[in-house]
């Protein structure tokens, strides 16, 4: 089973600034099977990132993803209000899925 | 509109058996898997396993392998996630959720709030 390891547990940042959350893999996965998703208090998960760089849709473009082999990253460009919460990393492999322990975006 | 629509939220006993189910409308139901995952108080997201409604093919996470069951009823698309006997450790919210062939989850439900205790 590939084990996701997200970092920092915890980002604390103000509006406007940029915010970069780390994916790293226990093996290597196929970009095409790592996703990403927000959650926000109360609410269940939101899809951002599919494909590792694919953003779904509506999502604005200030999410971006990047990344390959064992290392994904999730970009937020600038920091709106409304993406303070909790984001999570997601991969598929030999019929497997897991999900990474999840990265906290709060307000600073 | 793609919806998934969970059942409402349950109080069990341990020992207790349940399933909640979650509705899918506004798309071939038949065509795309459906997983479930949970979430315990305060926790992060948890894949339990996903069902492919057109064959029903299944695949559990080692994790929740014997412990839960999921089935279909694509006459009424329809899936499942079953408890024989329920424990105290299995309050947590659980969501279902739709993917393609890229394992990505696009739509989720709103989510069932399980609370097991005596």
């Known amino acids: 089973e590939i084990v996701l390891t997200q970092s920092p547990g915890t980002l604390s940042l103000s509006p406007g600034e940029r915010a970069t959350l780390s994916c790293r893999a226990s093996?290597?996965?196929?970009?095409?099977?790592l996703a990403w998703y927000q959650q926000k208090l109360g609410q269940a998960p939101r899809l951002l990132i599919y494909?590792?760089?694919s953003r779904a849709t509506g999502i604005p473009d200030r999410f971006s993803g990047s990344g390959s082999g064992t290392d994904f990253t999730l970009t937020i460009s600038r920091l709106e209000p409304e993406d303070f919460a909790v984001y999570y990393c997601?991969?598929?492999?030999?019929?497997?899925?897991?999900f990474g322990g999840g990265t906290k975006v709060e307000l600073k | 509109e793609v919806q998934l629509v969970q059942s409402g939220p349950e109080v069990k006993k341990p020992g207790e058996s349940l399933r909640i189910s979650c509705k899918g409308s506004g798309y071939t139901f038949t065509t795309y898997w459906i997983g479930w995952v949970r979430q315990m108080p305060g926790k992060g997201l948890e894949w339990m396993g996903i069902i492919y409604p057109g064959g029903s093919d299944i695949n559990y996470s080692p994790s929740f392998q014997g412990q839960v069951t999921i089935s279909v009823d694509k006459s009424i698309s329809t899936a499942y996630l079953q408890w024989g006997s329920l424990k105290a450790s299995d309050t947590a919210m659980y969501y279902c959720?739709?993917?393609?062939?890229?394992?990505?989850?696009?739509?989720w439900g709103q989510g069932t709030l399980l609370t097991v205790s005596s």
């Open positions: 494909g590792a760089s």
């Open positions: 093996q290597s996965v196929s970009s095409i099977y």
């Open positions: 959720a739709r993917h393609g062939s890229y394992a990505y989850f696009d739509y």
């Open positions: 997601q991969q598929y492999g030999s019929s497997l899925l897991t």
